[in-house]
């Protein structure tokens, strides 16, 4: 087991030769990532619970119940609740919508959709954040495999998150293979640090060079979520309620999320 005090003499040599690195407290501590840890495994028990109940014809508020129910069941918090006015526990968004999609009991899911629910779980004094796609009834196969890509999008994004690695890894691992499918990566959202609060630095882009941006250190924890689009990158937020980013073209829109801890030989999903 490397201790604190190694970690920090190699990331202080990192620094006098000018790499950008990560604060003190971007480093959780062992009680940290136990507790992060906790309230990953509800977040994840909160998924099952949808993808066990989704179905077409159900709303979306539908949804923001089962995730609801389902945290509190567990004794916890449903972070997105009154998030700087965020009305719902959960963002459900459809097809176009990219992300933030506000729960509403007037949209149906119908044959075909594809939906992101996105859970962040709070649990004495932790956050776990993960999101998952949902195909519901027959969706037809471009749709589909854009569903699937992004999934794989995720798995390399995390795959290339390894300890005196780069930041920049990541996105770069991503967005080659969405460009490689002829998608886009979205820009203007990002991963970020996730533990003591729901949204810490760093930001993660999914889109980046190898070799650069902050160092990865073990013990950091942070989500991984690309939204892949099919056609153009570019994006509005719907004026009608401010939070929900659609794609600027009306194509379709992916995401997957995990929350990974930065271990010594690589990485650990918390949100399996
Ligand atoms: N779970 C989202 C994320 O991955 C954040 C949701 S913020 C909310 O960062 F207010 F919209 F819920
Ligand atoms: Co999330
Ligand atoms: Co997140």
Same mark, same amino acid.
């Given at each position: 087991?490397?201790?604190?005090?190694?970690?920090? %003499?190699?990331?202080?040599?990192?620094?006098? #030769?000018?790499?950008?690195?990560?604060? *003190?407290?971007?480093? *959780?501590?062992?009680?940290?990532?136990?507790?992060?840890?906790?309230?990953?495994?509800?977040?994840?028990?909160?998924?099952?619970?949808?993808?066990?109940?989704? #179905?077409?014809?159900?709303?979306?508020?539908?949804? +923001?119940?089962?995730?609801? %129910?389902?945290?509190?069941?567990?004794?916890?918090?449903?972070?997105?609740? +009154?998030?700087?006015?965020?009305? !719902?526990?959960?963002?459900?968004?459809? &097809?176009?919508?990219?992300?933030?999609?506000?729960?509403?009991?007037?949209?149906? @899911?119908?044959?075909?959709?594809?939906? &992101?629910?996105?859970?962040?779980?709070? $649990?004495?004094?932790?956050?776990?954040?993960?999101?998952?796609?949902?195909?519901?009834?027959?969706? &037809?196969?471009? !749709? !589909?495999?854009?569903?699937?890509?992004?999934?794989?999008?995720?798995?390399?994004?995390?795959e290339s998150a390894?300890?005196?690695?780069?930041?920049?890894d990541i996105?770069?691992a991503?967005?080659?293979?969405?460009?490689?499918?002829?998608?886009?990566?979205? !820009?203007?959202?990002?991963?970020?640090?996730?533990?003591?609060? =729901?949204?810490?630095?760093?930001?993660?882009?999914?889109?980046?060079? #190898? &070799?650069?941006? =902050?160092?990865?250190?073990?013990?950091?924890?942070?989500?991984?979520?690309? =939204?892949?689009?099919?056609?153009?990158?570019? @994006?509005?937020?719907?004026?009608? +309620?401010?939070?929900?980013?659609?794609?600027?073209?009306? *194509?379709?829109?992916?995401?997957?999320?995990?929350?990974?801890?930065?271990?010594? +030989?690589?990485?650990?999903? @918390?949100? $399996?």
């Amino acid at each position: 087991m490397t201790d604190l005090a190694e970690i920090e %003499e190699k990331i202080a040599e990192y620094a006098a #030769k000018g790499y950008e690195v990560p604060s *003190k407290d971007m480093i *959780k501590t062992p009680e940290q990532i136990a507790g992060i840890r906790a309230a990953s495994k509800i977040n994840t028990a909160v998924l099952d619970a949808v993808a066990d109940k989704i #179905k077409v014809g159900m709303s979306t508020d539908d949804i +923001n119940t089962i995730v609801y %129910e389902c945290t509190l069941s567990h004794g916890a918090i449903p972070a997105p609740l +009154n998030y700087e006015g965020f009305p !719902k526990s959960v963002c459900t968004s459809i &097809n176009e919508e990219i992300c933030h999609g506000i729960p509403d009991p007037n949209v149906i @899911l119908k044959n075909g959709d594809i939906v &992101n629910v996105d859970v962040t779980t709070f $649990y004495k004094g932790f956050y776990g954040d993960a999101s998952r796609m949902f195909m519901l009834g027959k969706v &037809n196969p471009q !749709k !589909k495999n854009l569903v699937l890509i992004t999934k794989e999008c995720l798995r390399r994004g995390v795959e290339s998150a390894k300890p005196w690695r780069f930041i920049g890894d990541i996105g770069a691992a991503v967005s080659a293979l969405a460009h490689k499918h002829g998608y886009s990566v979205v !820009k203007e959202f990002g991963g970020h640090g996730v533990g003591l609060e =729901m949204h810490e630095e760093p930001f993660i882009s999914h889109v980046g060079k #190898k &070799n650069t941006g =902050m160092l990865l250190v073990p013990g950091m924890v942070f989500t991984i979520e690309p =939204m892949i689009n099919m056609g153009r990158p570019d @994006l509005y937020v719907d004026s009608a +309620n401010d939070w929900t980013a659609v794609t600027e073209d009306g *194509k379709p829109s992916a995401q997957w999320e995990h929350t990974i801890l930065i271990t010594e +030989n690589g990485q650990e999903i @918390l949100t $399996y």
